[in-house]
T-cell receptor
Framework: AQKVTQAQTEISVVEKEDVTLDCVYETRDTTYYLFWYKQPPSGELVFLIRRNSFDEQNEISGRYSWNFQKSTSSFNFTITASQVVDSAVYFCALSEATGTASKLTFGTGTRLQVTL | NAGVTQTPKFRVLKTGQSMTLLCAQDMNHEYMYWYRQDPGMGLRLIHYSVGEGTTAKGEVPDGYNVSRLKKQNFLLGLESAAPSQTSVYFC?????????????FGPGTRLTVT
């Protein structure tokens, strides 16, 4: 069975600090996909990134970066120079790539609070 | 292009009442999903559909039924609402295997059962 663990329930930082959100996953599949979604206070879910299990390259998009390490089954998310607008709940999710429908297994989320 | 829409946005039900949540997508996606989000538990899959006329159970299907009569619509029904079904419900769609594509989510429906 798949499992995603986000051990950090809530993180508070001051604006301009860097912050890393941890994600650890479990799967028996050799091919799988990992995702990060953002849920701002307005409630919608915003897709941030998808990574497949064959691509261990780190990804950088502006102030956001992701570190995927298969050896430790981790897919961590770093926000550099955080801003108040980054305040949200962030979800890590895992999808298997086999079967007729791949379903997302979500972690329980990390609430990030960025203050001035 | 509205993406994924959900109707209604909010609803209050009394225990035992029934209701249907409507999800519509205009992206011609094959796959559609219903999730519920509860505090501290992330999103959990209720039911999903891999195409018009097909449905399948997810992680927490009890107390819910679904139908996919048209490709663009996915309905979630509660036949006899219970307080345990108080939650935020999200619909999502994806072009094909969700593993290869991200899921696009609707804005959510906040349901309270008293």
């Amino acid at each position: 069975a798949q499992k995603v663990t986000q051990a950090q329930t809530e993180i508070s930082v001051v604006e301009k600090e860097d912050v890393t959100l941890d994600c650890v996953y479990e799967t028996r599949d050799t091919t799988y996909y990992l995702f990060w979604y953002k849920q701002p206070p307005s409630g919608e879910l915003v897709f941030l990134i998808r990574r497949n299990s064959f691509d261990e390259q780190n990804e950088i998009s502006g102030r956001y970066s992701w570190n995927f390490q298969k050896s430790t089954s981790s897919f961590n998310f770093t926000i550099t120079a955080s801003q108040v607008v980054d305040s949200a709940v962030y979800f890590c999710a895992l999808s298997e790539a086999t079967g007729t429908a791949s379903k997302l297994t979500f972690g329980t989320g990390t609430r990030l609070q960025v203050t001035l | 292009n509205a993406g994924v829409t959900q109707t209604p946005k909010f609803r209050v039900l009394k225990t035992g009442q029934s209701m249907t949540l409507l999800c519509a997508q205009d992206m011609n996606h094959e796959y559609m999903y219903w999730y519920r989000q509860d505090p501290g538990m992330g999103l959990r899959l209720i039911h999903y559909s891999v195409g018009e006329g097909t449905t399948a159970k997810g992680e927490v299907p009890d107390g819910y039924n679904v139908s996919r009569l048209k490709k663009q619509n996915f309905l979630l029904g509660l036949e006899s609402a219970a307080p345990s079904q108080t939650s935020v419900y999200f619909c999502a769609s994806s072009p094909n295997l969700a593993g290869r594509y991200e899921q696009y989510f609707g804005p959510g429906t906040r349901l309270t059962v008293t």
